[in-house]
Protein backbone atom coordinates (compact mmCIF):
# COMPACT_ATOMS: atom_id res chain seq x y z
CA UNK A 1 0.00 0.00 0.00
CA UNK A 2 2.58 2.31 0.59
CA UNK A 3 4.54 1.67 -2.61
CA UNK A 4 1.03 2.56 -4.11
CA UNK A 5 0.57 5.53 -2.30
CA UNK A 6 3.89 6.67 -3.22
CA UNK A 7 3.62 6.18 -6.88
CA UNK A 8 0.52 7.86 -6.86
CA UNK A 9 2.81 10.68 -4.95
CA UNK A 10 5.71 10.33 -7.54
CA UNK A 11 2.61 10.57 -10.30
CA UNK A 12 1.54 13.96 -9.38
CA UNK A 13 4.87 15.31 -8.89
CA UNK A 14 5.76 14.82 -12.60
CA UNK A 15 2.41 16.38 -13.07
CA UNK A 16 3.46 19.27 -11.35
CA UNK A 17 6.70 20.13 -13.44
CA UNK A 18 4.77 19.64 -16.40
CA UNK A 19 2.03 22.08 -15.07
CA UNK A 20 4.45 24.68 -14.25
CA UNK A 21 6.05 24.99 -17.34
CA UNK A 22 2.58 26.50 -18.83
CA UNK A 23 2.21 28.47 -15.96
CA UNK A 24 6.18 30.35 -14.78
CA UNK A 25 7.22 28.30 -12.94
CA UNK A 26 4.43 28.26 -10.73
CA UNK A 27 2.97 25.26 -8.54
CA UNK A 28 -1.03 24.41 -9.12
CA UNK A 29 -2.83 27.28 -6.93
CA UNK A 30 -6.24 27.92 -7.87
CA UNK A 31 -8.38 30.94 -7.45
CA UNK A 32 -7.19 34.25 -8.18
CA UNK A 33 -4.19 36.45 -7.01
CA UNK A 34 -5.92 37.38 -3.72
CA UNK A 35 -7.99 34.29 -3.26
CA UNK A 36 -7.53 33.31 0.40
CA UNK A 37 -7.99 29.66 1.83
CA UNK A 38 -11.44 28.10 1.78
CA UNK A 39 -12.17 24.70 3.01
CA UNK A 40 -14.37 24.69 -0.33
CA UNK A 41 -14.77 26.84 -3.32
CA UNK A 42 -18.29 28.25 -4.44
CA UNK A 43 -18.82 26.46 -7.33
CA UNK A 44 -17.48 22.85 -8.44
CA UNK A 45 -19.60 22.63 -11.29
CA UNK A 46 -18.93 26.07 -12.81
CA UNK A 47 -18.61 26.85 -16.34
CA UNK A 48 -15.86 29.39 -15.89
CA UNK A 49 -13.56 30.23 -13.19
CA UNK A 50 -14.91 33.42 -11.85
CA UNK A 51 -17.95 31.57 -11.04
CA UNK A 52 -15.90 28.58 -9.59
CA UNK A 53 -13.86 30.39 -7.03
CA UNK A 54 -16.40 33.41 -6.57
CA UNK A 55 -13.83 36.07 -7.91
CA UNK A 56 -15.01 39.46 -8.98
CA UNK A 57 -14.61 40.75 -12.91
CA UNK A 58 -10.93 42.20 -12.48
CA UNK A 59 -9.92 38.83 -11.09
CA UNK A 60 -9.32 39.86 -7.54
CA UNK A 61 -10.97 38.02 -4.50
CA UNK A 62 -12.94 34.75 -4.58
CA UNK A 63 -11.65 32.10 -2.28
CA UNK A 64 -9.86 28.25 -3.19
CA UNK A 65 -8.64 25.51 -1.66
CA UNK A 66 -5.77 22.92 -1.68
CA UNK A 67 -8.30 20.43 -3.28
CA UNK A 68 -9.10 22.76 -5.75
CA UNK A 69 -5.34 23.59 -6.39
CA UNK A 70 -4.90 19.65 -6.72
CA UNK A 71 -7.44 19.39 -8.96
CA UNK A 72 -5.96 21.24 -11.61
CA UNK A 73 -3.90 18.77 -11.90
CA UNK A 74 -6.61 16.84 -13.54
CA UNK A 75 -7.92 19.82 -15.65
CA UNK A 76 -4.70 20.81 -16.99
CA UNK A 77 -1.92 18.10 -16.63
CA UNK A 78 -4.08 14.50 -17.88
CA UNK A 79 -3.88 13.00 -14.13
CA UNK A 80 -6.51 10.54 -13.28
CA UNK A 81 -8.93 10.83 -9.97
CA UNK A 82 -7.47 7.49 -8.84
CA UNK A 83 -3.90 8.90 -8.16
CA UNK A 84 -4.91 11.40 -5.36
CA UNK A 85 -6.48 8.28 -3.54
CA UNK A 86 -3.53 6.71 -0.63
CA UNK A 87 -5.06 2.99 -0.45
CA UNK A 88 -4.15 2.91 3.18
CA UNK A 89 -6.33 6.13 3.95
CA UNK A 90 -9.53 4.99 5.57
CA UNK A 91 -12.78 6.07 4.06
CA UNK A 92 -11.07 8.53 0.92
CA UNK A 93 -12.69 6.97 -2.46
CA UNK A 94 -11.82 8.03 -6.04
CA UNK A 95 -13.77 10.57 -7.66
CA UNK A 96 -16.48 9.67 -10.38
CA UNK A 97 -17.85 12.87 -11.62
CA UNK A 98 -21.20 11.09 -12.41
CA UNK A 99 -21.67 9.35 -8.97
CA UNK A 100 -20.91 11.83 -7.11
CA UNK A 101 -23.43 14.64 -8.78
CA UNK A 102 -21.90 15.85 -12.12
CA UNK A 103 -24.28 13.98 -14.06
CA UNK A 104 -22.62 13.47 -17.80
CA UNK A 105 -19.89 15.67 -17.48
CA UNK A 106 -16.22 14.89 -17.52
CA UNK A 107 -13.55 15.02 -14.95
CA UNK A 108 -11.30 17.87 -16.98
CA UNK A 109 -15.17 20.15 -17.09
CA UNK A 110 -14.95 20.60 -13.52
CA UNK A 111 -12.93 22.47 -10.74
CA UNK A 112 -13.06 20.07 -7.38
CA UNK A 113 -13.44 16.88 -6.00
CA UNK A 114 -17.19 17.18 -5.77
CA UNK A 115 -18.95 18.73 -3.27
CA UNK A 116 -17.14 17.15 -0.29
CA UNK A 117 -13.58 16.92 -1.91
CA UNK A 118 -12.11 16.00 1.21
CA UNK A 119 -13.48 12.67 0.46
CA UNK A 120 -11.95 12.36 -2.39
CA UNK A 121 -8.30 13.36 -1.74
CA UNK A 122 -5.46 11.62 0.42
CA UNK A 123 -2.44 14.26 0.42
CA UNK A 124 -1.24 17.40 2.13
CA UNK A 125 -0.18 20.16 -0.20
CA UNK A 126 2.49 23.15 0.52
CA UNK A 127 -0.26 25.73 1.22
CA UNK A 128 0.29 28.69 -2.17
CA UNK A 129 -2.10 30.81 -0.10
CA UNK A 130 0.25 33.46 0.94
CA UNK A 131 3.48 34.92 -0.24
CA UNK A 132 5.45 32.00 0.28
CA UNK A 133 3.73 29.51 -2.64
CA UNK A 134 6.37 27.08 -4.12
CA UNK A 135 8.40 27.52 -8.08
CA UNK A 136 10.51 25.62 -9.61
CA UNK A 137 13.13 27.47 -8.34
CA UNK A 138 12.94 26.80 -4.88
CA UNK A 139 15.31 24.57 -2.64
CA UNK A 140 15.45 21.24 -4.21
CA UNK A 141 14.84 19.97 -0.74
CA UNK A 142 11.57 21.69 -0.21
CA UNK A 143 8.62 19.64 0.41
CA UNK A 144 5.68 19.44 -2.15
CA UNK A 145 3.36 17.25 -0.77
CA UNK A 146 2.75 14.44 1.67
CA UNK A 147 0.31 11.77 3.69
CA UNK A 148 -2.60 13.64 4.67
CA UNK A 149 -1.52 16.31 7.63
CA UNK A 150 -2.12 14.30 11.23
CA UNK A 151 -2.63 17.55 12.63
CA UNK A 152 -6.01 18.54 10.91
CA UNK A 153 -9.06 16.56 10.66
CA UNK A 154 -10.37 14.79 7.69
CA UNK A 155 -13.21 13.46 6.77
CA UNK A 156 -12.91 10.48 8.91
CA UNK A 157 -10.27 11.55 11.42
CA UNK A 158 -9.63 13.99 14.26
CA UNK A 159 -6.72 15.98 14.43
CA UNK A 160 -4.41 13.78 16.88
CA UNK A 161 -3.29 15.49 20.01
CA UNK A 162 -0.49 17.58 19.38
CA UNK A 163 0.91 16.83 23.70
CA UNK A 164 2.07 13.59 22.36
CA UNK A 165 4.75 14.75 19.94
CA UNK A 166 8.14 15.55 20.51
CA UNK A 167 10.97 15.37 17.74
CA UNK A 168 13.49 12.36 19.27
CA UNK A 169 14.87 10.85 16.75
CA UNK A 170 12.67 7.62 16.11
CA UNK A 171 11.01 7.31 19.62
CA UNK A 172 7.15 6.97 20.23
CA UNK A 173 6.53 10.61 21.12
CA UNK A 174 8.42 10.83 17.28
CA UNK A 175 6.00 8.92 15.64
CA UNK A 176 3.26 10.59 16.87
CA UNK A 177 4.20 13.35 14.44
CA UNK A 178 3.91 11.04 12.09
CA UNK A 179 0.50 10.63 8.92
CA UNK A 180 -2.08 8.06 10.67
CA UNK A 181 -2.71 6.41 7.01
CA UNK A 182 0.25 4.14 7.69
CA UNK A 183 -0.21 3.81 11.35
CA UNK A 184 2.08 6.94 12.47
CA UNK A 185 5.32 4.56 10.97
CA UNK A 186 5.98 7.28 8.62
CA UNK A 187 4.69 9.00 5.25
CA UNK A 188 5.50 9.14 2.13
CA UNK A 189 6.73 12.82 1.03
CA UNK A 190 7.15 14.54 -2.91
CA UNK A 191 10.49 16.73 -2.66
CA UNK A 192 10.82 19.20 -5.13
CA UNK A 193 13.45 17.66 -7.34
CA UNK A 194 10.54 15.23 -7.97
CA UNK A 195 11.92 12.02 -5.62
CA UNK A 196 9.58 10.48 -3.47
CA UNK A 197 11.02 9.10 -0.03
CA UNK A 198 8.94 7.42 2.83
CA UNK A 199 10.31 9.45 5.42
CA UNK A 200 10.07 7.97 8.93
CA UNK A 201 9.99 11.04 11.09
CA UNK A 202 7.81 14.26 9.73
CA UNK A 203 10.93 17.00 10.22
CA UNK A 204 12.56 15.77 6.70
CA UNK A 205 12.21 18.92 5.28
CA UNK A 206 14.91 22.01 4.20
CA UNK A 207 17.03 22.62 7.51
CA UNK A 208 15.00 19.45 9.07
CA UNK A 209 11.98 21.39 8.95
CA UNK A 210 8.67 19.53 9.88
CA UNK A 211 6.30 19.19 6.58
CA UNK A 212 3.31 19.23 8.95
CA UNK A 213 3.76 21.98 11.37
CA UNK A 214 3.83 26.25 11.30
CA UNK A 215 6.82 27.40 12.43
CA UNK A 216 6.47 29.35 15.85
CA UNK A 217 9.92 31.15 15.69
CA UNK A 218 11.59 28.11 18.08
CA UNK A 219 12.18 24.67 17.31
CA UNK A 220 11.77 24.34 13.27
CA UNK A 221 11.32 20.04 13.81
CA UNK A 222 8.22 20.67 16.51
CA UNK A 223 6.48 23.69 15.60
CA UNK A 224 2.92 24.53 16.57
CA UNK A 225 -0.15 22.68 14.72
CA UNK A 226 -1.41 24.56 11.84
CA UNK A 227 -5.20 25.36 11.34
CA UNK A 228 -7.12 27.41 8.16
CA UNK A 229 -5.79 30.41 6.97
CA UNK A 230 -1.96 29.17 8.34
CA UNK A 231 1.02 30.16 6.17
CA UNK A 232 4.80 29.01 5.73
CA UNK A 233 6.94 31.75 7.88
CA UNK A 234 9.43 32.29 5.30
CA UNK A 235 10.62 30.37 1.28
CA UNK A 236 12.37 27.47 3.22
CA UNK A 237 9.54 26.42 5.47
CA UNK A 238 7.45 23.68 4.42
CA UNK A 239 3.65 23.69 5.31
CA UNK A 240 1.78 20.79 4.15
CA UNK A 241 -1.61 21.12 4.94
CA UNK A 242 -5.46 19.62 3.60
CA UNK A 243 -8.70 21.14 3.89
CA UNK A 244 -10.65 20.94 6.58
CA UNK A 245 -13.88 19.73 6.41
CA UNK A 246 -16.68 22.61 5.61
CA UNK A 247 -19.19 23.28 8.30
CA UNK A 248 -22.88 22.16 7.36
Known amino acids: MRMVCGTNLACLGKAMLIYSNDYDDALPRAGGKSSVWAPK ?19 SGGQASISASLYLLVKYADVEPNRFVCPDDRGITQFRPRRFGARKREAIDLWDFGDEPWKHYSFSYHNPYGAYALTT ?53 LFLDGHVNFEQISFCAVNDDN ?8 DIRRGIPPKLGSQPADRSDSLLVNDPPAPR
Open 41 to 59: IPNWQATNRYQAYGLEADG
Open 211 to 218: IYTSWDGQ
Open 137 to 189: ACEPGSAVAADRNPWMPSAFVKGRDFGKFYPRDHSEATRAGNAVAHKYDGQNV
